[in-house]
C-alpha cells in the first residue's frame, strides 16, 4: 500500500479553481519533487496536504497511510506524521521557539504512545539536531520565527522537522531566499532525514535544491494539473529548456499565483 | 420615594449609622455624603458612563460596611500635614464622594525624602460577600512619596460572593520621584468593583502603573495623571473579560507642563457577552510644550458576543508637541493557528497559546519577577479552564 495516494484532486479557493485533478502517489522511502512555474498549484497541494483550511477541497481524494486524509484536522494529520515545511514560516512573538516546540514534539509522542519529555530530556534531545542545522541555543528562548532572518526561518523548519521526524515531510519552496551555502545546510539536513520508512515531497521552482536533495522522481505541475512526470533527468531537461520547452508558459500562469 | 430618593435612602440610612468621628473628619464625611446625594449615582445619560450602567449598584441594598485591613490606619490618626493630601486629587464625582462619606480608616504609605524603598510594598484588599449580606466596602489608600523617593506599590483586590467595592487611591509623587504601580484586580465574579486612582507627579518625577482586571461582574478604572515639568507617566493595562463580564477603563493623563512625556498601553481580551471599554483621554496644556504621548489600545475579540468599546480623546492646546494614539480590534490570526496546528499542536491549545501570547505583552513589562510568575501562571490557569478563550 502506498504511503500517500492522491486521485484527481480538485480545490478552489474562493471561488477559483487551482487544483484541476492531481493524481499522484508516493510509497514510503521516495522522493517526488513537484516542479513548476509560479501559480501552477505547487504551494496549493502542499498547503491542502496538511489541511489549510484557506483551500476548499472540491473533488477527489487523498489516502494516507490507508486513512482518508482529508477527514483529519490540521494536527491530527501533524500527529500522524505528516510535516510541512512553510514557504513561508509564520513569526509568532510572545511564544518561544522552545516552548512551542517541546508542546508539539510531546502531543506527537502523546499520540504515538510514547512518553513526553521533560524539558531536560528535550533539550538533550534537541541539542545535537541544532549543531547540525548550525543553529545558535538562544534562538530556543526567542519567539517563534520573530526577527529572525530569511535562512534562519528556513533552517528552523528544517530543524523543526528533524525534532518532530515526519512519516511524510512535504517541503514547500524550501530553497527560496537562501544562498548557495544555506542551500546546501538545509540540503544536507533533509538528506541526513532520508530512510525507507520517510518519504518526502520537495517543491520547488528550480532545479538548483534537486542536485543537493536528488529525487527519485520528478512532476511537473502546470495550470493544476501534473502535466509530465519523469526520473531525476526530468529535472535537468527543465533546467536547460525551461518550462516552454514543454509547451507551458510561465508569464500567462504569474497572474494566478495562490 | 422616587427610585433616586430611595437609593439615596438606603446609603443615608448606612451612612448615619457610622460610629461619630472626630470632628474634622465628621466635617470630611458630612459635606462628601452631602456632594453624593446631590450627584447621585451616574446614569448611561452621563457621557463618561455612557457605555457603563452602574444600575446594578445603584438599585442594590448594600447591607454594611466590611472591615478594612488589619494594617490600615484610623484616619483620626492621620498626621496632620497628611490630612491635607486627603480628597485634594481625585475628582469629586459620585463614587469618590460614597467613599469619603465612609473614611474610617486607611492604607497610608509615606516615603521620606531620597529614601529607597527596594521591596514591593503589598497592599491587599479582600471583602467576603455572605449569603443574604451585600457588604459594601470603600478601600482608601493615600500614597506620599516625598521629592527623590523611590516605591512600588501593589494593591490586589479580591473577595468571595456578593459585595461592592469602591476604592480611591490618591498618589502625591514629589519632584524627583520614583513609584512604579500594580493595581491586580481579582474580584469574586459577583463583585462590582468601581475604583478611581489618582496621580499627581511633581517635576521630573516617574510613574509606571499596570493596571490588571481579571474578576468581578462589574468593574470600572479611573486612572488620572497630572504631570509637571518633565514628568513621565507610564500608563499599562490589561484587561480580560468572559462570560457577561464588563470592564471600563477610563484614563486621563493631563499634562499641565512642558517635556512631559507620557506613554499608555491597554489590551484587552474579550469572550462570551463580555463587553469592554477603553476611553483614553489625553489633555496637553496650552503650557506645555514639547510634550510627548503615545497611547495604544489593542483588543483580542475570541467570540462573536463581545463587544469592545473603545475611543481617544485628545485635547491638545500646545503647537509644539508630539501625541500619536491607535486602537484596533482584532481575532487570532489564521495563519498563526495553522502553523501552531500544522506541528500537531491541538486547535484548542493552540489559540490559548496565541491568547496569551497577547497577554504576555503586558505581563513581560511588569518588574516584580514573583507577581510577573503568579500573574502567568493565573493566566495559564484561565485560558485552560475556558479552552476556546
Same mark, same amino acid.
Given at each position: 500500500m502506498a504511503l500517500l495516494e492522491i486521485k484527481d484532486l480538485h480545490a478552489t479557493v474562493g471561488d477559483r479553481e487551482i487544483l484541476k485533478g492531481i493524481d499522484l502517489t508516493v510509497e514510503a522511502g521516495e522522493v517526488h519533487a513537484i516542479m513548476g512555474p509560479n501559480g501552477s498549484g505547487k504551494s496549493t497541494l502542499a498547503q491542502v496536504l496538511a489541511g489549510r483550511? /484557506?483551500?476548499?477541497?472540491t473533488g477527489g481524494q487523498v489516502t494516507y497511510d490507508g486513512k482518508d486524509?482529508?477527514? /483529519?484536522?490540521p494536527e491530527d494529520r501533524a500527529r500522524e506524521g505528516i510535516f510541512l515545511a512553510f514557504q513561508y514560516p509564520v513569526e509568532i512573538p510572545g511564544v518561544s521557539n522552545m516552548y512551542f516546540l517541546k508542546a508539539a514534539l510531546n502531543t506527537i509522542r502523546k499520540h504515538r504512545n510514547l512518553p513526553e519529555l521533560d524539558a531536560m530530556d528535550f533539550l538533550e534531545r534537541i541539542r545535537e539536531k541544532m549543531t547540525a542545522m548550525n543553529m545558535d541555543q538562544t534562538l530556543l528562548n526567542r519567539?517563534?520565527?520573530?526577527?529572525? +532572518?530569511g535562512g534562519e526561518k528556513k533552517r528552523n523548519e528544517i530543524f523543526q522537522m528533524a525534532v518532530l521526524e515526519p512519516r511524510l515531510a512535504i517541503l514547500d519552496?524550501?530553497? +527560496?531566499? /537562501?544562498?548557495i551555502d544555506a542551500l546546501k545546510l538545509v540540503a544536507a539536513g533533509v538528506n541526513a532525514m532520508r530512510s525507507a520508512e520517510r518519504a518526502m515531497i520537495v517543491v520547488t521552482h528550480y532545479q538548483r535544491l534537486l542536485s543537493e536533495i536528488v529525487p527519485d522522481y520528478v512532476h511537473v505541475l502546470a495550470d493544476g494539473r501534473i502535466v509530465k512526470s519523469g526520473g531525476k533527468e526530468l529535472a535537468l531537461e527543465l533546467e536547460a529548456g525551461g518550462y516552454a520547452a514543454l509547451g507551458i508558459q510561465e508569464e500567462a500562469e504569474a497572474v494566478g499565483k495562490a | 420615594m422616587t427610585a433616586v430618593a430611595e437609593q439615596i435612602g438606603n446609603w443615608l440610612e448606612q451612612f448615619t449609622q457610622q460610629e461619630p468621628a472626630e470632628p474634622w473628619l465628621q466635617k470630611l464625611r458630612d459635606s462628601a455624603f452631602a456632594r453624593f446625594t446631590e450627584l447621585g449615582f451616574p446614569t448611561t445619560r452621563d457621557e463618561e458612563w455612557r457605555y457603563t450602567n452602574v444600575a446594578p449598584i445603584a438599585r442594590a441594598n448594600f447591607v454594611g460596611q466590611a472591615p478594612g485591613l488589619p494594617? $490600615?490606619? @484610623?484616619?483620626?490618626?492621620?498626621p496632620e500635614i497628611d490630612?491635607?493630601?486627603? &480628597?485634594?486629587?481625585? @475628582? %469629586? $464625582?459620585a463614587f469618590v464622594a460614597l467613599n469619603t462619606a465612609f473614611l474610617r480608616d486607611i492604607a497610608f504609605v509615606r516615603v521620606a525624602r &531620597?529614601?529607597?524603598?527596594v521591596q514591593p510594598i503589598e497592599i491587599n484588599h479582600v471583602v467576603s460577600g455572605q449569603a443574604g449580606s451585600l457588604p459594601h466596602a470603600h478601600p482608601r489608600t493615600l500614597i506620599v512619596v516625598a521629592p527623590g523617593a523611590q516605591c512600588t506599590i501593589v494593591e490586589t483586590y479580591k473577595g468571595t460572593g456578593h459585595y461592592f467595592t469602591n476604592a480611591v487611591t490618591e498618589i502625591v509623587a514629589g519632584d524627583g520621584a520614583v513609584i512604579d504601580h500594580y493595581k491586580i484586580e481579582r474580584e469574586s465574579p459577583e463583585a462590582f468593583h468601581i475604583a478611581t486612582m489618582q496621580v499627581s507627579l511633581g517635576r521630573s518625577a516617574n510613574f509606571t502603573t499596570h493596571n490588571i482586571s481579571l474578576g468581578g461582574a462589574l468593574v470600572r478604572n479611573d486612572i488620572g495623571a497630572t504631570l509637571s515639568e518633565g514628568a513621565e507617566a507610564t500608563v499599562n493595562g490589561l484587561y480580560l473579560v468572559n462570560g457577561t463580564q464588563h470592564v471600563d477603563n477610563h484614563t486621563v493623563i493631563d499634562h499641565?507642563? @512642558?517635556?512631559g512625556s507620557s506613554h499608555e498601553l491597554y489590551k484587552g481580551i474579550l469572550d462570551g457577552h463580555a463587553s469592554a471599554v477603553f476611553n483614553g483621554r489625553i489633555i496637553v496644556r496650552k503650557?506645555? %510644550?514639547?510634550t510627548d504621548s503615545k497611547q495604544t489600545n489593542k483588543n483580542l475579540v475570541l467570540s462573536d458576543d463581545a463587544v469592545i468599546d473603545t475611543k481617544p480623546e485628545l485635547q491638545i492646546f500646545a503647537d509644539d508637541v508630539r501625541c500619536t494614539h491607535g486602537a484596533t480590534i482584532g481575532q487570532l490570526d489564521a495563519e498563526s493557528l495553522f502553523y501552531l496546528q500544522s506541528r500537531g499542536i491541538g486547535k484548542a491549545q493552540a489559540r490559548s497559546l496565541l491568547t496569551q501570547a497577547f497577554a504576555q505583552d503586558i505581563i513581560d513589562r511588569i518588574k516584580i519577577p514573583e507577581l510577573r510568575n503568579q500573574l502567568e501562571k493565573v493566566l495559564s490557569e484561565k485560558f485552560h479552564e475556558h479552552g476556546n478563550y
Open positions: 483550511e /484557506l483551500y476548499h477541497v486524509l482529508l477527514a /483529519l484536522s519567539p517563534v520565527n520573530a526577527g529572525f +532572518s519552496e524550501t530553497d +527560496s531566499g /537562501l544562498d | 494594617s $490600615n490606619v @484610623p484616619v483620626a490618626s492621620l490630612r491635607e493630601h486627603l &480628597g485634594r486629587y481625585a @475628582p %469629586q $464625582n &531620597g529614601t529607597v524603598v499641565a507642563k @512642558p517635556h503650557d506645555a %510644550q514639547k
